[in-house]
């Protein structure tokens, strides 16, 4: 299995400029999220996913709009970057229909807005 | 929703001490808390975690302790060797009044150091 894994690694976008982050993973998770970590500082919920078809905010889903249409993949597309937005982005998926089951984090996006 | 304070934001060691990492959380409701290491450009990854039916998880040279009524766990890590170095987050389901559905907020971070 190669887990959860994300595309690009790293991306310098211009002001104004959009652009989808991709996430996908292979262990039929059903629970998926997106979020955001900037320097020094911890994660913070950007948009999550039950399953296919059904999305939601987190805690600062502004800025960004998100999709599940199957299982496997959850991309995150940021339609007007702003430098606000420069950030370490990580998605993460989990297996249950009850809390407390571990996120597996896939390896990041670095992103930078000029 | 769910608030979590986590303390030391650094903490520095010498190789062989003890480190201790606390977090706080504001929701009586709160049932699951996980930590994570995330060493420097890598991914957060778990490495313990507590119920809130038991008190205190190990899990060889790090454990985890839990006190419902103070709201607040901690992470003990024994002997520490440097390739313990690294960010460690603490976090608490968001809305564990109701369903979570796996949402968890996260504390700052610990930026641990073991000196050698």
């Known amino acids: 299995n190669a887990g959860v894994t994300q595309t690009p690694k790293f991306r310098i976008l211009k002001i104004g400029q959009s652009m989808t982050l991709q996430c996908a993973q292979d262990?039929?998770?059903?629970?998926m999220y997106w979020y955001r970590q900037d320097p020094g500082m911890g994660l913070k919920l950007i948009y999550y996913?039950?399953?296919?078809?059904?999305?939601d905010k987190g805690e600062v889903p502004n800025g960004y709009n998100v999709s599940r249409s199957t299982t496997e993949d959850f991309p995150l597309r940021l339609e007007l970057a702003a430098p606000s937005q420069t950030s370490v982005y990580f998605c993460?998926?989990?297996?249950?229909?009850?809390?407390?089951?571990?996120?597996?984090f896939g390896p990041g996006t670095r992103l930078l807005v000029l | 929703g769910e608030n979590v304070e986590q303390h030391p934001s650094t903490l520095s060691v010498q190789e062989g001490d003890s480190a201790v990492i606390k977090c706080t959380y504001s929701?009586?409701?709160?049932?699951?808390f996980p930590w994570y290491k995330q060493e420097l450009g890598k991914r957060p990854q778990l490495i313990i975690d507590?119920?809130?039916?038991?008190g205190e998880k190990k899990d060889q040279r790090i454990a985890v302790t839990l006190n419902k009524t103070a709201k607040h766990f901690s992470l003990h890590i024994t002997e520490t060797q440097p390739e313990d170095s690294a960010v460690y987050f603490c976090?608490?389901?968001?809305?564990?009044?109701?369903?979570?559905?796996?949402?968890?907020?996260f504390g700052q971070g610990t930026i641990l150091t073991v000196h050698p």
């Open positions: 993460a998926s989990s297996y249950g229909v009850a809390d407390g089951k571990t996120q597996y």
């Open positions: 976090a608490a389901p968001r809305n564990a009044g109701g369903t979570s559905y796996g949402k968890l907020t």
């Open positions: 262990m039929n998770h059903n629970y």
């Open positions: 507590i119920r809130s039916n038991v």
């Open positions: 996913s039950v399953g296919a078809g059904i999305t």
């Open positions: 929701d009586s409701a709160s049932n699951y």
